[in-house]
Each structure stands twice: as structure tokens, then as C-alpha cells.
T-cell receptor
């Protein structure tokens, strides 16, 4: 079974630039999550999709972050414009049901300089 | 306000001995708990879960204990192996809610 795929693995951008991350969940997983993990902290949920609908985006900074999951499969997370404090690892995860252990991708390490 | 706490940032244990990782939570509505393990440059991997209707769940060398009255859970690894060296995250959720993760504990198992 293929895991959750994310790209790119690493990204360095200047503040005020824009960046996009891509995620391909495990086939058949209806639930997809984007997490932000700042160094020394646990993952923090940004947004949860159920198929192509948003279930929870209460912690997504909507003035600069956006996410979509067209056709209920792949998803992209965008930051525009980036700030220094956005430096973090962005993790995508998917699960068959809303509860239980989700499967995580390797993450994208973003550095904003 | 940190709803899930892992007060030990790091823990070192000798190979073959028991590792005990602790997690405390403040939200009494949490009723489902997970432990994840994370190696460097990889995403977290699901390890074991426990529901609030149980006080213990075991899977091989890994056992999770839940003390609802104390809002405390712990992960026991027996016997510890060098390959268990990783960061361990505790996560908790209530019904209809998403998981809240703790900050993690870095476990080092010394040969």
C-alpha cells in the first residue's frame, strides 16, 4: 500500500513570497488533514477535509493560508504571503475514518528567510 | 492554553529496560487517545490507541494506561530497544473533535 505522498520535501523562500505544498493521500482515504509542526512542538491541525468538503478549518489563518481538495483526492496548501513565523514542517495525513490513527506523509520543511 | 502536556522533553533508558512516557490532559471531554512515534525526517507513525472506556490497551511491547480521574495516560515500552529511539507524541480528542497533540518526548534507548 502506497503511503501519503508530499512534495516538495524542502522549500526555502523569502518573506512575502508565496508557496504551495501538494499532498496525495492513501487511496480510498476520505479524510485528509494538513498539520503545521513548529520546531519543539506537536503537530497543530490547520484544516481537515472529508472528501472534498471542509470539516474543520478553525485554526487556519485564512488571511494568508488556503487549501483545497479538488475531486476529493489530492490536496494543495498555499501560503501567500509568507511570514517568518510560518517556518515549520507541514504535514499531510489521511485516514479512512475520522477517528483512529491517521497516516502521515514525510512532510515539507518550509524555511522563510 | 496547552490541553495536552508531555512534561518530559527527553528520556534516556538502557536497552532491555522499561520506558515510561507520560502525558497529561486538561479537557475532561477527551475520550480517545493516540500515541505516535516519529523518526527524524519522517512523518509521525501511529503506534497505539486507547478509548476512555478502557484503562489499558496492549500491543506487543507497547502498553498504554489511562487514568481518567487523574487525566493522565502513559505509554510503557518493555523491553526497550535501540530502534525505539524516536520522538513520541500523545494526542487526544473528544467526540466530534479533532486530535490535539502534545509537544512530544524524545526517547533515547542506549545500547
Amino acid at each position: 500500500e502506497a503511503g501519503v505522498a508530499q512534495s516538495p520535501r524542502y522549500k526555502i523562500i523569502e518573506k512575502r513570497q508565496s508557496v504551495a505544498f501538494w499532498c496525495n493521500p492513501i487511496s480510498g482515504h476520505a479524510t485528509l488533514y494538513w498539520y503545521q509542526q513548529i520546531l519543539g512542538q506537536g503537530p497543530k491541525l490547520l484544516i481537515q477535509f472529508q472528501n472534498n468538503g471542509v470539516v474543520d478549518d478553525s485554526q487556519l489563518p485564512k488571511d494568508r493560508f488556503s487549501a483545497e481538495r479538488l475531486k476529493g483526492v489530492d490536496s494543495t496548501l498555499k501560503i501567500q504571503p509568507a511570514k517568518l513565523e510560518d517556518s515549520a514542517v507541514y504535514l499531510c495525513a489521511s485516514s479512512y475514518t475520522g477517528r483512529g490513527g491517521a497516516f502521515f506523509g514525510q512532510g515539507t520543511r518550509l524555511t522563510v528567510v | 492554553d496547552q490541553q495536552v502536556k508531555q512534561n518530559s522533553p527527553s528520556l534516556s533508558v538502557q536497552e532491555g529496560r522499561i520506558s515510561i512516557l507520560n502525558c497529561d490532559y486538561t479537557n475532561s471531554m477527551f475520550d480517545y487517545f493516540l500515541w505516535y512515534k516519529k523518526y527524524p525526517a519522517e512523518g509521525p507513525t501511529f503506534l497505539i490507541s486507547i478509548s476512555s472506556i478502557k484503562d489499558k490497551n496492549e500491543d506487543g511491547r507497547f502498553t498504554v494506561f489511562l487514568n481518567k480521574s487523574a487525566k493522565h495516560l502513559s505509554l510503557h515500552i518493555v523491553p526497550s530497544q535501540p530502534g525505539d529511539s524516536a520522538v513520541y507524541f500523545c494526542a487526544a480528542s473528544g467526540s466530534g473533535q479533532n486530535f490535539v497533540f502534545g509537544p512530544g518526548t524524545r526517547l533515547s534507548v542506549l545500547p
